[in-house]
């Protein structure tokens, strides 16, 4: 820190009787415990927080006046000890540390759960982020990262920018994510294949029209080749010694299967059965099959026949090796899957647009996310489920990201501060 | 399945470690055995980039998915890093606990071989999910460095001097970590929609990120305290370890998108 030297040494401050200025540690605490009771009291009394409530625009002036407020106690009210408290390091810790508790009991508690015990709701231990110690955290976490960034801002030195990428940008990302969450709109909408859909749903339900409409061409879902397993007749539990070494089924193709050898004669990717056996067809409800052999490395024994997994048309086979021991081919896992779909938009011409995981479709604010489809049917499915978000704060959100990307490869690249033995003075201003 | 057994291949990874381990220890100043110590120990680091470029080709996917794969990479990175403190710092026990840790972690995956299938769904399929788990094994292996200075320092009263060790390695694993964390918001964008959702996996890398970050503040304003620092570094790597294999098995992480695939 700059101007280390000034500022009371961490002994004198120990010797300080409490809520005398400068405040430290001791104050901190107390501030942190304050905050801790009243945040758990509000909840008490009133539920968690009211949603919506910063919805725009009042979010964006809560935001500006949030930040207006820091800068002016930061320029004018410097004698204030909760102001010069605020933008020192054991603030900085000590609101670390109530982020740390409190995000804690997240990490151990399952959130949003409906069976959760009566007092871990009511405390709101099971929906912390919309609970009011949280809020209150954040405000103090907050409030000392933006008077900490102040005092390297005012006035601007080049050789701040690190600080600044780092600290500046974490404000940013936390008020921007914080202020932005009631503006975030997420619908989902139930394409089926040759119907114009112009309504979506949110997750309580309510329905809207959208200021789009999306018609379902069709539904793709590529997938990868299932394996050929060892499992337990009775239960179809795979068996433990097998789980290392599925296999990839292919045509033409030997594997071992704990004391089977086990040879892939024909590998069908689209089957349907016929009779006895499985033919390829490119139909509905068609599903994987495979002729196979297998014998027991031991005792020469062989045995020959279909597997199959099935598919919601037809029903799954396996191969009875021992009394409680079978061949079976898993469920083939999906590899990709996506909609094509025609896109239309008040004034704009009809477009052909392909949406897939991981690919997103962007269109007037909205992005057209590949949700999910009717697993009851795979591949087969005729029904596909588009998300449209809109983040109306992303690009603020994304201006903090980057400049803290900025500040992490300079963080790697400047190194540590050396620290100069007994004195505890550093010889270089630090991140 | 494999044309090669990846087991064999992590062994002679492990004896040259143990080779060269044993040379050092028997150098006695003599410089031809300490050469051939330093061969065979990045000998060791080599054979594993081979193994993990092998696996990437045949399966046709980035080995980054199963747990047994990511213990893979740390096993390269961690002694990659103890032999980079090594050279820049002359700390010569380092070479010994980074082989010792990486060997731990193989050690698991010759019990456990939970690899490798070419399957790879597809929310993991895009440009983002190698540079994002990479950069954080990366950090995890640079900061279970620092986290062997710590425990070292813990047993042996370590002075203000000797933590600088640590606090470079914290400097440098806390950048890579906080790039694993916004590739992961910028990722988490594209394939879920949002930036950060508070999923299991997420709060705990969030935790980890913190800790790291009150210990960097607490270096600055206390550097006396030693101890303290010292603790907070250790349990900061607990709750990193917490974040990597513990959040599997978390009841709070019943339905996180984060679990490792688990054939």
Known sequence: MSGMANQPTSENLRRKPIWIPPWGYAEGWMIVSGLLMVGFALQLAGGGLPSGVLAWPVNLYTALIFSALLTIAHLFGRSVPLFAWLGRVPATICSIALITFLVLIMGLVLQDDEAAAPWVRRLGLSSMTSSWPFLLGLILFLSTLGMATLKRMIPFRWRNTGFLLNHLGLYIVVLGGLMGSADVERRLMELREGELVWHATDRAGHVYEMPLALELIRFERKEHHPKAALVETGSHRLLSESKADLFEIDSDIRGHLGDWEIEVHRFLPLSMPVGDRYEPVLDVGAGPSARVTAVHTGTGEKREGWITCGSFAFPHRLLELEEDTALAMTVPRPRAYRSQAVLYTPGGTPETILIEVNKPYRVNGWTLYQHSYDDRFGRWSRTSIIEAIRDPWLPVVYTGIFMMLGGAVYLMFRGRKLIIPNTGETTRASV | ?263
């Open chain 2, 1 to 263: 399945m494999l044309p090669f057994d990846p087991a064999n291949v992590t062994i002679a990874a492990m004896l040259c470690w143990l080779v060269s381990l044993t040379l050092f220890a028997a150098a006695r100043g003599n410089r031809t055995v300490k050469a051939t110590g330093h061969v065979l120990y990045v000998a060791g680091i080599l054979i594993l980039a081979g193994l993990l470029t092998a696996l990437w080709q045949f399966m046709g996917r980035a080995p980054l998915r199963t747990l047994g794969e990511t213990r893979l990479w740390y096993g390269m990175f961690l002694p990659l890093i103890g032999y980079a403190v090594y050279a820049r710092w002359g700390y010569r026990w380092m070479l010994y606990y980074a082989a010792l840790m990486a060997t731990v972690f193989l050690g698991v995956n010759l019990r456990h071989p939970e690899y490798y299938d070419r399957d790879l769904v597809p929310a993991l399929q895009s440009p983002w999910f190698v540079p994002h788990v990479v950069v954080y094994l990366f950090a995890y292996a640079v900061l279970a460095a620092s986290a062997i200075v710590a425990v070292r320092g813990l047993i042996r009263r370590a002075r203000t001097t000797e933590l600088n060790v640590a606090d470079n390695l914290v400097q440098i694993g806390f950048g890579f970590l906080t790039l694993g964390l916004l590739f992961g918001a910028l990722w988490g964008k594209e394939a879920w929609g949002h930036y950060w959702t508070w999923d299991p996996k997420e709060t705990w890398a969030f935790l980890t990120w913190i800790v790291y970050l009150a210990y960097m503040h607490h270096r600055i304003q206390r550097p006396q305290q030693v101890r303290v620092s010292l603790w907070i570094l250790s349990l900061a790597f607990v709750i990193l370890l917490v974040c990597w294999f513990g959040v599997n098995y978390l009841p709070s992480a019943a339905d996180s998108v984060h679990t490792y695939g688990r054939s």
